[in-house]
């Protein structure tokens, strides 16, 4: 790796405002966001006159009005021609010229075409774009990348692990910074984003020779090693790690795991040193033979304990699973399933002082505001039906001449919008919480295991030498005691307990005294 080729991802680490060629995430409305990346030139040649753009159901955003804003803000959409004279017009006018001018059959004109559409193409990259007009309506949100955005926009190439699903099997797998995780069965790189963000503990310092700073200290990245057995997703998934700058964190390899192992495309398997694997397979159970640690190749940590989980849609799979982790010595084994419910929590506005306003309740929130609507009609009737009557007909028990003074209705929405701008709509209402009416469908089924570190006679000589017995004996009792005599012993010591006391014999105490020679 070269000096300066190492660039931050922005799943990792972001700046305060978004830059050019950037991935940013525009936040329409709820469960409906769209991913785009940042540029403020026409590359693809579209033909705004603004450069890039990006058109939504709520209105055309120019790039150049989203880059250089800080994270989260409002930016409102632009007056964008987008009909057939504003983009990609440049091929199209040339069929149509070539049409008008009944040159179609002349030998060269489809040469001539291209050529002409090229120079016209390099005439409009270098003309100097035009400032983006601002509209009268429509905004978006722009978001900094998160997985949990990445995981509610990504193209479904195969079933996504969603939130709910990989924050708790990353918390169950122990992973954190500096965990090295074994991913089999990428798929969508839902799971590959969340990991890379928990295993993450920072970008090694590339020093003026191009030395790492991780080969000089004993201190370990984390990393994440996923694999996909179909090519052409693990080459789409790929390129959008590489555009996403995950490249120093996660090593995707295509390869069947099942058959093949996990040995990654650049390194042999046993320097993967992985603590935590995650199985996304049809078959599973094919892969545990390949997660030992009696083969000299093992990918797992032979110092640490392993922790593992396998994600399986049928309980036939989770069945041939767990029989297959107990042959491989795998223990702890639990299976769990995850069912969430979004609770959905906001403030309702009950008024008539909301009338015209979105996302409110317009009715009367009061007995007063009610009657005093219902004068309002009642007094504009009476108006009307003076109007036409002669007044020699008219009733004398018509309203007050102050409940016939009435304004519109255009007047009055009019009022209410002037007044909104001084209220802090944040703070009013009622503050209440929602549940979904249904669950979410059902996803897959999670077994989790735990391969416990071997243990050698080292091992067990180390432990007797750091945490030595509290109470040793002397005389014919060498051999370790049991649970209940160490407890006789502990409470002799602390000063005896006389309901056991008075139930054992003399002799049988007197017995216990002499041939234990209690060393304190």
Known sequence: MKVGTLMPSPFLRCNDTTKEDQLAFLHLKRDHLVPILLRSRDDENEGYDEGRVTNTRFGSFPHSTLIDVPWGSQVRASAVDTGSRGRKGWEGSSKKRKRDNGIGNICGTEENDLSRAKQERNITNEKEQKAAVEAKSGFVHVLSPTPELWTASLPHRTQVVYTPDYSFILHRIRSRPGTRIIEAGAGSGSFTHAAARAVFNGYPELHGNGVEEEARTPERRGKVYSFEFHEQRAEKLKQEIS??????????????????????????????????????????????????????????????????????????????????????????????????????????????????????????????????RLREVEGRSWTYHEDVNSSEHARTDSPSTA?????????????IREAQEGRKLYNEGRLITRTEPELKAHTSY?????????????????????????????????????KRARKKVAKFVAGGNKKVETEKSETDTRYELDSLNVIT
């Open 403 to 415: 409940a016939k003074v009435q304004i519109s209705k255009q007047q009055r929405l009019k009022n």
């Open 243 to 372: 555009e996403h700058g995950l490249d120093d964190v996660v090593e995707l390899t295509p390869r069947d795991v099942c058959t093949e192992g996990f040995a990654p495309a650049t390194a042999s398997s046993s320097s993967v040193q992985a603590s935590a694997v995650f199985l996304d397979l049809p078959a599973p159970w094919l892969a545990l033979r390949h997660l030992t640690r009696d083969a000299p190749d093992s990918p797992l940590d032979r110092e640490a304990t392993v922790h593992l989980c396998t994600f399986s849609p049928c309980i036939e799979q989770v069945q041939q699973t767990v029989t297959t982790m107990r042959q491989y010595g795998w223990l702890e084994i639990e299976m769990m399933e995850i069912a969430a419910k979004r609770i959905e929590v906001r403030r309702e506005r009950v008024g008539l002082q909301e009338e015209g306003l979105r996302g409110v309740n317009d009715s009367p929130g009061t007995i007063d505001e009610a009657l005093g």
């Open 446 to 482: 999670l077994v989790f295991a735990v391969l416990p570190r071997q243990w050698t006679e080292d091992d067990e000589r180390n432990a007797q030498d750091r945490w030595p017995d509290k109470v040793m004996f002397e005389g014919q009792r060498k051999e370790p005691m049991s």
